[in-house]
């Protein structure tokens, strides 16, 4: 082999690992995302339980005069 198919070769290895890393990082940024979602979801069903607890009525009587 000549020094230029090898140079070709350990550049497109490089390439590949590049892209292999660049694959992992946003796989896991994804997997990130999808939890704090899950989380964002959660939080919301907890906040709405707790407002369906709240009494009939209130809020009714609220004055906003400016």
Do not use: K
């Amino acid at each position: 082999m000549d020094v230029a198919a090898i140079a070709t070769a350990l550049s497109s290895v490089q390439s590949s690992r590049t892209q292999v890393d660049l694959t992992a990082q946003l796989m896991r940024l994804n997997a990130q995302t999808e939890q704090s979602i899950a989380q964002l979801v959660a939080s919301e069903a907890q906040n709405t339980t707790r407002l369906g607890e709240l009494g009939a009525g209130l809020g009714q009587n609220l004055d906003i005069l400016v």
